[in-house]
């Protein structure tokens, strides 16, 4: 996936579990469960998202990987395909 | 993937010669496994599948048939219940329709009407589809009237993998097997993966993962809803292609699956649209995945009509690109 | 004739809005059908009918704030003749709602209907399922949204337009004004939240003499088993480890029966099922726990499902009556980010609150020797009036027994 598409993918499902939160506000390096008060069950309605939306699996050794915009762009683009 | 060592790199074939090198594996391991049909020995096979395979095995491996389609079913049927694995070839399924009793009333119906007590381990190759201005008689695609019927499985082999290795689950079978194989992809190209040795038959594959449409398809439509999905990413729209690879049983989890996320569905089918396997799909969407949908199934056939001889007219009647494009693009903006 | 009355939706509700009434006179009703959706300091709540009928008049206003208690409807038995309303009863001063009559009615609605002369008849507006369905859940009326799909029908797109995302914004655009349209729709207001739990609590410490116990338990095994599960599995099918405590403490609930009920009216009343109220924070501020029904005879991942959903519905609006009428004990977590035990105070009039701290690896004795273990904090909030610390010490045995066999529950 390009950068452009990961990151509308993971705003989108970021907007439907955090929906009151300020656009822009997250930076790139923040660890987004502190910055957006997400819970277990956020973070893996996070997680959800973003699998259903590429297709590609994230087994749970992985999720530390996602908790930064960084990371998150990181591990899509490397598994382009 | 090692592409040091020739043995174990990727290999460029033709759908052709991947089915040949599928019966030749079977003929090899299985000395129960014989291929009959008209012209698949001395002339190598009306589309050239079993080229060269009459010197390799001998005549009573590859057996040339009399111009029968009805006889030499039934005796594919006969030499199936007596412990042999047949593999039967209809020269096209146009000709299928001649041996239809056999098919329905014995191959399918046997094991059911004695109980269990006869199988029928069957396979039977066809090639289907139009694409070769073959005209009205021999470019139906019936793969999906196959579909209705109880008590036979009903492939359809969209990629040269597929081709290579559908035939030994369909020949490990119990049950009759129809493979159809869709003319013009004879002469595709693609590649194999020589780690593959095997491929499931239950299941469909998403071919290309998407977003935003899901395009359901099968055989000779599959390159082009792969090629509709390209044109549709120029544009920013994210189509996931399925291929169904089996058209009975139905994979419904995941034609289910993915329509229920892309909440969007074209159905790509070179049958003629009513009572077709697109029907069937449509049918079991709208009953269960109904909540999930988000816009009306589109479904891209053949127009209704006997497939024209004319180069032009037949192009205009078949299943294409823009059409699908088209339809797919109508669903998500449908400003 | 039965009357319909303004629930009572938590211990310290006295008023609700009726923002949208899902039936009219002449509907038919079954038990569990949503009659009403109304507005309480717990946001948007769908409120169930608990018998069959048809209603027969609807006594309150869409927009009217009323008292619990009030009446808000009537309805007819099933069977029952269009009756008067029975001697005693509070009588509305009200034109009778219209009957079953045989041949007049039949004969007056076609003509009502007639659309000669009369406004144009009510246009049908294009809903997809999926919008429909989303619409529900955010408890919009598709039908007042603008549709973009084919033939103007209204997608998830639009539903989802009505109530835009924070993120999908473009960054140029301007900031919404001060009050989020959400809010005045769909939401609750956090102010009024906060009075209520101010309420509830109060109450609570006022009248119910608590106990606590703790303990600290392994959960090797459990964590082990769940990385296991969770391995084999797409991440929609996956299990939280909170689902797991939820199930262990409503299995040890069922041995443990003196915890799971009621104290009213001087005496314990043991709840009806094991239905766990599960504490929910909202975003922006607030508190509900609404009940998973039956929870000891749920499986892990259907337990999950109810886990989600809950919350979804929780955070959105769209939570049902029976779901905070009909929690017998409440589980409280914090979960990984919070605090290391949490000691929770008991919803009247419940008689228990479990609580469960973060699941942190911590130093622990195994065989004679020192290992490092996920280790969890569990309490119980006992009402003593209801059970005393050795059946609370119970419990928690029992909990800690259950989550040692993580394959069993």
Not at chain 2, 252 to 269: G, K, L, M, P, Y
Not at chain 3, 182 to 200: N, S, V
Not at chain 3, 270 to 279: I, K, N, R, T
Request: glycine share 8%; net charge negative.
């Amino acid at each position: 996936m390009t950068e452009a598409a990961i990151r509308k993918l993971a705003a989108e499902v970021l907007g439907d579990i955090a929906p009151e939160a300020e656009p822009g506000t997250l930076s790139d390096d923040e660890d987004m469960r502190e910055a957006l008060d997400l819970d277990s069950m956020d973070f893996l309605n996070f997680v959800i998202g973003l699998h259903k939306g590429s297709g590609v699996d994230i087994p749970e050794a992985d999720y530390p990987k996602l908790f930064t915009m960084k990371g998150v762009v990181s591990y899509f683009s490397r598994d382009s395909g | 993937m090692n592409k040091a060592a020739t043995k174990d790199a990727t290999l460029t074939l033709t759908y052709r010669e991947a089915c040949r090198q599928a019966i030749r594996e079977a003929l090899i391991s299985d000395p129960r496994s014989f291929v009959m049909g008209e012209d698949v020995g001395l002339y190598g096979g009306c589309y050239a599948v079993t080229k060269g395979l009459l010197e390799e095995f001998g005549p009573s491996r590859i057996r040339d048939t009399p111009l029968s389609e009805s006889a030499f079913v039934g005796a594919g049927i006969g030499a199936a219940m007596a412990g042999l694995r047949p593999i039967v070839e209809i020269m096209t399924c146009n000709f299928s329709l001649l041996a239809l009793d056999q098919i329905v009333n014995n191959a399918a119906s046997i094991p059911h009407m004695s109980g269990g007590q006869f199988a029928v381990p069957l396979v039977i190759r066809m090639a289907t589809g139009a694409g070769r201005q073959l005209a009205a008689q021999h470019s139906h695609s019936l793969e999906g009237w196959y579909g209705h019927i109880p008590g036979i499985k009903v492939l359809a082999p969209g990629t040269v993998e597929d081709a290579r290795h559908m035939l030994k689950p369909a020949l490990a079978d119990p049950n009759p097997v129809l493979i159809f194989e869709h003319i013009v992809l004879y002469n595709a190209e693609g590649e194999l993966d020589p780690a593959v040795e095997s491929v499931d038959i239950s299941k469909a594959k998403i071919r290309r993962p998407g977003r935003d449409v899901s395009l359901i398809t099968y055989g000779n439509s599959l390159p082009k809803a792969l090629a509709a999905a390209e044109d549709l990413a120029q544009d920013g729209i994210e189509a996931e292609v399925v291929d169904l690879r089996v058209l009975r049983p139905l994979d419904n989890a995941t034609i289910f699956e993915s329509v229920s996320r892309t909440r969007r569905c074209v159905i790509v089918d070179e049958g003629w649209k009513s009572g077709s396997i697109s029907a069937e799909i449509a049918a079991r969407l709208a009953e269960e995945a109904f909540f999930e949908l988000d816009a009306p199934i589109r479904r891209i056939c053949s127009r209704e009509v006997p497939v024209p001889y004319a180069a032009h007219m037949e192009e205009a009647a078949l299943p294409q690109v823009p059409a699908i494009v088209e339809a797919a693009r109508s669903l998500v903006r449908p400003q | 004739m039965t009357d319909f009355l303004m629930p009572s939706l938590g211990a310290d509700m006295e008023t609700g809005t009726v923002v949208e009434w899902r039936v009219k006179p002449g509907s038919p009703v079954k038990k569990g059908d949503v009659i009403a959706v109304v507005e309480t300091h717990k946001g948007a709540i769908e409120v169930e009918c608990f018998e069959e009928g048809t209603v027969s008049e609807l006594c309150v206003e869409e927009g009217e704030e009323v008292p619990v208690g009030a009446l808000l409807a009537r309805l007819n038995g099933p069977g029952e003749p269009a009756a008067q309303p029975e001697p005693g009863e509070k009588v509305q001063e009200q034109a009778p709602a219209p009957r079953k009559a045989p041949a007049a009615e039949p004969a007056r609605a076609p003509r009502e209907r007639a659309p000669e002369g009369e406004a144009a008849p009510e246009a049908r507006v294009a809903v997809t399922p999926a919008a429909r369905r989303r619409a529900a859940e955010r408890g919009l009326d598709p039908a007042t949204l603008k549709g973009t799909g084919i033939d103007g029908s209204v997608t998830l797109a639009d539903v989802e337009a009505a109530a835009p995302s924070a993120f999908a914004r473009p960054p140029a655009e301007a900031a919404e004004p001060a009050a989020p349209p959400r809010k005045a729709k769909r939401g609750f207001d956090p102010d009024q939240m906060r009075q209520a739990i101010a309420a509830a609590m109060s109450r609570s410490k006022r009248e119910i003499p608590h106990y606590y116990l703790t303990s600290t338990m392994d959960l090797g095994r459990a964590v082990g088993w769940l990385e296991a599960f969770n391995r084999e599995r797409a991440p929609d099918e996956r299990l939280l480890p909170a689902v797991v405590l939820l199930k262990a403490t409503a299995l040890a609930l069922g041995k443990v029966p003196q915890l799971n009920g009621f104290w009213e009216n001087g005496a314990f009343r043991p709840g009806p099922g094991v239905h766990l109220g599960w504490a929910i924070s909202l975003r922006g501020g607030g508190l509900v726990a609404p009940a998973i029904h039956n929870a000891d005879k749920t499986s892990l991942p259907d337990l999950m499902a109810a886990l989600r959903d809950l919350v979804g519905r929780a955070r959105a609006g769209g939570l049902r009556s029976s779901e905070l009428i009909d929690p017998t004990v409440t589980i409280t977590s914090l979960g990984e980010r919070g605090a290391d035990s949490v000691i929770g105070v008991i919803y009247p009039p419940q008689v228990a609150i479990i609580g469960f701290g973060r699941i942190a690896e911590r130093p622990w004795v195994v065989d004679g020797g020192i290992e490092k273990r996920p280790l969890v904090s569990v309490s119980l909030s006992g009402d003593h009036r209801a059970s005393d610390g050795h059946t609370g010490g119970k419990l928690l045995a029992a909990i800690d027994d259950l989550l040692q066999q993580p394959e069993a529950l």
